[in-house]
Nanobody, 122 residues
Framework: QVQLVESGGGLVQPGGSLRLSCAASGSIFSIDAMGWYRQAPGKQRELVAD???????NYADSVKERFTISRDNAKNTVYLQMNSLKPDDTAVYHC????????????????WGQGTQVTVSS
């Protein structure tokens, strides 16, 4: 089984920074895209950023110029550096990864982490 575990969330003041990490482990043959979604109370889950295996980047308009997604393929880990945080960034952040468990797997399957809380408040 594949597991994704996030870390790095917490409480910060507006304008502060956090760095989220998400490490995939278990039966992994290859990983395609990895990304981060977030869900705030009363709102739908939204894409924050994603990154392909080749390094192509995609960001939500609301986080461009403030957040940076990156990955370390050797560690099966994706990161989200969050700067200039705003109260509207408060949410549970979930990482995801599209993974093939073996060479014989016909499809990539999207796995999700358990989530980490980010709270931006003064």
């Amino acid at each position: 089984q594949v597991q994704l575990v996030e870390s790095g969330g917490g409480l910060v003041q507006p304008g502060g920074s956090l760095r989220l990490s998400c490490a995939a482990s278990g039966s992994i043959f290859s990983i395609d895209a990895m990304g981060w979604y977030r869900q705030a109370p009363g709102k739908q889950r939204e894409l924050v950023a994603d990154i392909t295996s080749g390094g192509s980047l995609n960001y939500a308009d609301s986080v461009k110029e403030r957040f940076t997604i990156s990955r370390d393929n050797a560690k099966n880990t994706v990161y989200l550096q969050m700067n200039s945080l705003k109260p509207d960034d408060t949410a549970v952040y979930h990482c995801n990864a599209d993974i093939r468990s073996s060479a014989s797997s016909r499809y990539f399957q999207r796995y999700w982490g358990q989530g980490t809380q980010v709270t931006v408040s003064s």
